[in-house]
């Protein structure tokens, strides 16, 4: 009879695994229980406080941040997203030449999350921004120049 | 009038040949295999690596100690904390620093979570290849809740480059505790869920008994590792026999999974078990977690002792063996990753003879691999 | 020798339009049935895509599509809009007469055998008294467009889905042609309306009870076979073979076997609903005292095949696909015998008279 018994058997078990789906199914049918389904723009989305969105500098209300251009990031970098273009500016109170950010570039496309511009920078000047809309139809939009146009170091970071 | 009579030995078959990939969906990812097929037989299969060959070795000679983990996030994504884990473990062995206790159990626990997003991934991903196309649904949904605990704790999903050398990036989020204790009874109700709807399906049961054996000796002399060759009876567990991180220094209780068939079910068990044992292992861990930091003094730039330097780690695909040989500078003088993938790989050509097209797909499935993984 | 019954609906309007306008309005009246039928294919074609995507969302935890109109209910439409307007392209050296033969013989295979389901009382294009045997003698044609399709696409891909097809097809047929004649043996008559006139006072469901339920069982594991539906989808398989027979077809030869697959899905459903479930008769005879006859056996009969088409979703949505040496051991080692065995049963149990009928 086991051929009679392995007919039945076999049927047995692709029940069972039809009550797993249907078990699922009929709520869902009802009720929508168990769907998982996020509609993205309209609910938003749940993104964690400390998500690795992209790298982002730290501004003031006046302007200012807290980057000294020390280049540890750049450094720390593994594969070039951050590059830093500098100059030495005369302080005009301290009548002395300070090393000043120009732009600090990062390239968005390049850069891999990995945290450790982060972990390097002594000032906390840059920090992650849990922004994730970052699509463009143009590489070149990914390049991000990180200071805003007319900052400046903010007092007493230099220590 | 000429009469022709044809003789069975007259009718021949041919032997042709079969792209399988680059782009196949089978193949996950960009392995191609070169079949020879007579009819739907497999008689022959030789791999055609290289098509996602991103030099991850060589890049890491260019590379600081600190930076070369984030490069072994892309080589087994899906066992991404584990590979960062194995690197700041040779490179901890090699400055020879102490890292506090915290860390250890920190590594331990989000590599068992790595491991068991990279089993459920596996299950769902192996039921769409033998059709059940549900199955990918219900285990993506159970792999959403690692993925949550990951970003809330590494600010990342897949690629978390959360562990350094002498620690991790950041301490655990607050809710880390509450989120895994509620991910383990979850996964614990719905395994028996997943053996209803596809281990004890018939169906399944018979595509996978008997499929792709792979003998003892075959598991050895290929160098298979990690589940696919613990089916054959292998006992490789790094975990146990070189064990590292907390299950050196803490007392962990977990079987090792080992089933001696070889064949497709016997992967397939493994896998399934091995994600009850991980939940042991992490719940084993959970309660008292360590307070004394989550980083050991390291300078900033890192320079390893002269000397050649190896540590093996248990990723989710077998052994991952990462051997450096230092020169005393910044960068490593060579890097190179014993992937688990590749030697699994070299399993599949012996196993995968003689079967059908369909049992290839499947035996591929059990072997579980991840071409990134393989070509590196 | 064939009989066709004109007694229907368009029967009566094929005879009325002949006798007004001649030989040219018998014409005309075919011309309006063809084209009821051609519209009946594709709306029935676009909601039954749209069902199988909606009930697989909810299967899988998804929602489905539920942008394009109320419910998503026009995703389809701009889905096939969508492929009307794709280019269509194909492999270099193909065989271009087979490989555009292909999908007019599989639509016209499932076209055809569209004409003799009785959709509700005096609703039959066709009503031939060997009705069912013309259903399965028919859609054997449609495997012989998967085979040119697999053939022609110069793909060795296509190729394997296009003989496991064939394989597979063939085989079923057997089983799925014992299913129906052991039911038959209850009817007496191949003829579809004959059937449902034989089910009036009891569904052979009932009245044939234990081979009747098997015959059941065999009917919707060939009809899903037939179908191309998990678990038998070889022939597409997609973790295999891509997308098998039509993976080298794109836009509307695409959208045509597309089509034609839910078609098929249809029709075998609409034949178990026919044989076993009293077609468009209504349960317990809940609506014959009520007007508007018509509809309401559409009504009922509609009901019963979207029952049906739901378990044949339910099965796509739940097991894994067989192998091919499988495939052939479930129907020679097991579904013929069984079958086999039950038409026996069956006969002996009708000669006998021990029926349940009310």
Redesign the interface.
């Known amino acids: 009879m086991s051929y009679l018994g392995d007919v039945i058997g076999g049927v047995k078990t692709l029940i069972k695994g039809m009550k797993v789906t249907g078990s699922y199914f009929f709520p869902n049918i009802i009720n929508q229980k168990y769907i998982i389904t996020r509609q993205y723009p309209e609910e938003p989305a749940i993104v964690m406080d400390r998500f690795k969105g992209e790298v982002v500098m730290w501004h003031n209300e006046n302007n200012e941040h807290r980057c000294t251009g020390c280049q540890a990031c750049e450094i720390a970098c593994p594969n070039g997203s951050i590059e830093i273009i500098w100059d030495r500016v005369l302080n005009e109170e301290t009548g002395k030449k300070v090393k000043t950010i120009d732009k600090h570039i990062y390239h968005l496309g390049m850069c891999t999350m990995c945290n450790l511009c982060i972990q390097a920078c002594p000032t906390n000047a840059i920090m992650w921004s849990t922004n994730f809309h970052n699509s463009t139809y143009d590489r070149s939009n990914l390049t991000k120049v990180l200071n805003k146009p007319g900052s400046k170091l903010m007092a007493g970071v230099e220590e | 009038m000429e009469t022709v009579t044809l003789n069975s030995g007259d009718l021949k078959s041919q032997e ?1 040949f ?1 792209n399988m990939g680059p782009q ?3 193949t996950h990812g960009v392995l191609r295999l070169i079949l020879t097929l007579d009819g ?1 037989i497999v008689k022959n299969i030789e791999p055609d690596l290289g098509y996602i060959h991103r030099s991850i070795e060589k890049q890491c000679e260019y ?2 100690y ?2 070369i ?3 072994t ?2 080589m087994d994504y899906l066992s991404a904390h584990i590979n960062n884990e194995a690197v700041a473990l040779a490179i901890e062995q090699a400055l020879q620093i102490e890292v506090p206790e915290r860390v250890k159990v920190i590594r331990t626990i989000m590599g068992e979570l790595t491991r068991i997003a990279s089993h459920l991934l596996w299950w769902g991903v192996m ?8 199955t ?3 285990a993506f ?1 159970d792999r ?1 809740m690692i993925n ?1 605990i990951m ?6 999903r897949l ?1 978390m ?1 959360y562990s ?1 050398p002498g620690g991790v ?2 301490d655990l ?1 607050p809710n880390f505790q509450k989120r895994v204790k509620a991910f383990i009874p979850h996964l614990r109700k719905v395994i028996p ?1 997943y053996d ?3 281990t ?8 996978m008994k008997g499929i792709g054996v792979m003998s003892y000796e075959d598991a050895i002399s290929h160098g298979a590792s990690g589940p696919a060759a613990r089916g054959s009876g292998v006992s490789c567990d790094r975990r146990i026999k070189d064990p590292y991180s907390a299950f050196a220094t803490k007392d962990i209780k977990f079987n090792e999974v080992l089933y001696t068939e070889g064949d497709n079910l016997a992967r397939y068990n493994v896998r399934m078990k091995e994600m009850l044992e991980s939940l042991n292992i992490i719940e084993q861990l959970i309660d008292n977690i360590p307070d004394d930091g989550i980083q050991a003094k390291t300078k ?1 730039l890192i320079k390893l002792p002269k000397g050649e330097y190896l540590q093996r780690v248990e990723t989710a695909r077998g052994d991952l063996g990462v051997y450096i040989v230092s020169d005393g500078k910044k960068n490593p003088y060579r890097v190179k990753f014993r992937s688990p993938g590749f030697s699994n790989l070299n399993a599949l050509i012996e196993i995968g003879k003689g079967h ?4 290839l ?1 499947a035996v591929m499935s059990t072997l579980d691999f991840v071409v990134p993984d393989i070509d590196r | 020798m064939i009989l066709i019954n004109t007694t229907n609906y368009f029967g009566q309007l094929v005879a009325y339009l002949s006798d007004q306008m001649g030989i040219g309005g018998q014409i005309l009246a075919y011309v309006i049935v063809a084209a009821i039928y051609l519209g009946f294919f594709a709306l029935a074609g676009l909601l039954l895509v749209y069902v199988e995507r909606r009930v697989a969302a909810f299967f899988q935890l998804r929602l489905g599509p539920n942008r394009v109109g109320p419910h998503g209910l026009f995703q389809t439409i701009a889905d096939a809009l969508k492929l009307l307007s794709k280019e269509i392209f194909g492999t270099n050296r193909k065989d271009n007469l087979l490989y555009k033969t292909a999908y007019y013989l599989v639509i016209t295979a499932s076209l055809v055998s569209l004409s003799v389901i009785p959709f509700t009382q005096g609703i039959q294009a066709f009503d031939i008294n060997v009705g069912v045997f013309f259903i399965s003698a028919v859609s054997s044609v449609g495997v012989l467009g998967i085979l040119l399709g697999g053939w022609g696409s110069n793909n060795k891909y296509s190729l394997i889905g296009g003989m496991r097809s064939g394989l597979q097809m063939i085989s079923y047929e057997l089983s799925s042609g014992l299913a129906v004649i052991t039911m038959v043996l209850l009817a007496g008559t191949l003829q579809m309306s004959g059937i449902i006139e034989a089910q009036r006072d009891t569904w052979f469901i009932i009245k044939g009870h234990i081979p009747a339920l098997i015959a059941l069982f065999i009917f919707v594991v060939a009809g899903t076979a037939e179908s191309n539906r998990t678990p038998f989808d070889l022939p597409e398989g997609e973790a295999e073979l891509g997308a098998g027979y039509h993976s080298e077809y794109s836009g509307m030869g695409f959208a045509y076997f597309f089509l034609a697959e839910f078609i098929n899905m249809f029709i075998i459903s609409a034949v178990g609903v026919t044989l076993f479930f009293g077609g468009w008769l209504a349960p317990f005879h809940l609506t014959d005292a009520l007007p508007w006859q018509p509809l309401w056996g559409a009504l009922w009969f509609f009901l019963k095949v979207a029952v049906f088409i739901f378990f044949m979703m339910w099965f796509r949505w739940t097991f894994p696909r067989l192998r091919i040496d499988q495939l052939l051991t479930l129907e020679w080692k097991y579904l013929l015998p069984i079958g086999l065995v039950n038409i026996i049963l069956m006969a002996v149990l009708v000669y006998y008279n021990v029926l349940i009928s009310f």
């Open positions: 042709y079969l196949h969906p089978a739907e590379e600081g600190k930076q983990i984030h490069l996030d892309r039921g769409m290849d033998v059709g059940a196309l549900t990918f649904m219900y949904r959403e949550d970003e809330e704790t590494c600010g990342a690629t480059s350094t990036m950041f989020h869920q209803e709807l596809l004890g399906n018939v169906i399944f049961q018979k595509r900033a059908l097209i369909a049992d797909v």
